[in-house]
């Protein structure tokens, strides 16, 4: 192993956005060391990296805050932490378990940090921003969120104490720590089985079933390609002056959810259609849907001069490809 060579922590290397991450931070010639408890993460996506960057890529099946207790670890310079339970419907499905994956292992990725004297970055989301009372949506907002009993609006509480928990350690400990809130970032290797969107729709349309829509599909949202948003990480931690910050991540073009299943149908060359549920027959009675999710980009434009590069449709048709490989072939279809 090379002198110079450092080694990098990604909590959740094994899901989407950590894969993606995983793969720019070893192209910078980074060692990358993966704790997952591929509780919603691929080990398919790690064992691509190990064959593409041979002797330079750790896994180790876990959770943080058990990985936390093992010794004999290298000392890290930067950790990543996007290990949690991701997602509103899965918050809604399991609300104790969720809640506590994202502040107990938050707090596990924080300790482990100071130990290391490691920078970190946490994964915060746009579920934070609640109720969203301004558009775009900016860093300094005030913030709404509904009720406690409703558990829907947990996932943003959740991250929320993550990001205070996080700041607190910056006051207290000096630690070097940089907060991200993603909005809908998409790409291959998002599943669609926990419920988001664009995998949800481009699977339906590959085969055929229909797109569903929840709501009347007016909801606007903006969705940005997570090899615009990884290398984007990177730079963030590595400059200084971001530490101890917030900062949106996203694409601000607005697009319907009811146009995008049309884009996906036109994109996809589908015969599929579309159908409107209520949000009551997904989620149950009394979930409240946001209109309007855009982020205001100013302060991670200004800070890294972040600017979304790939359209929307070319990432639905990687998506598509990559959808269309994995999936078995219909009756009367020969295997690709
Ligand atoms: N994708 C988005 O649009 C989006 C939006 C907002 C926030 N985020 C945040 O970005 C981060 C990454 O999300 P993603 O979209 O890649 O989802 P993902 O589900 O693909 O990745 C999360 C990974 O964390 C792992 N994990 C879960 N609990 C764990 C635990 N206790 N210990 C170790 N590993 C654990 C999962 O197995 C998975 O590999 C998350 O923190 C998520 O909240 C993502």
Redesign the pocket.
Known sequence: MSQTSRHILI?????????HLAEQLLLRGDHVTV????????LA?VQQAKSMFPGRVEFVH????A?FQLTQWPRFAEIY???????VRLIVQKPSQSIE??VL?TSAAIRWAIRDDAKLLV?????VYGKGIRVPFAESDDVVFGPTTSSRWS?GYS?ALDEFLTFAAVKESGLKAVI???????GP???GE?G?VLPRFIQAALVGDALEVHGDGSQLRCFCD?RDVAPALIQLLADQKCCGRVFNIGSDQMISIQSLAQRVIGVTGSSSRIVNVTHEQIFGKGFEDLQVRQPNLERVRGAIGFMPQIALDTTIADIALLLGKARKPCKGERAA
């Open positions: 909590t959740g290397g094994a899901g989407f956005i950590g894969s704790v997952d408890d591929l509780s919603t993460g691929d996506n876990s959770t943080v805050s990985a932490h996007l290990a949690a339970a991701v997602g994956t994202n292992e994964a915060s989301s746009s579920e996932y991250k991200i809130r993603f909005f809908n970032t998409v290797r998002q599943k926990w988001m997570v």
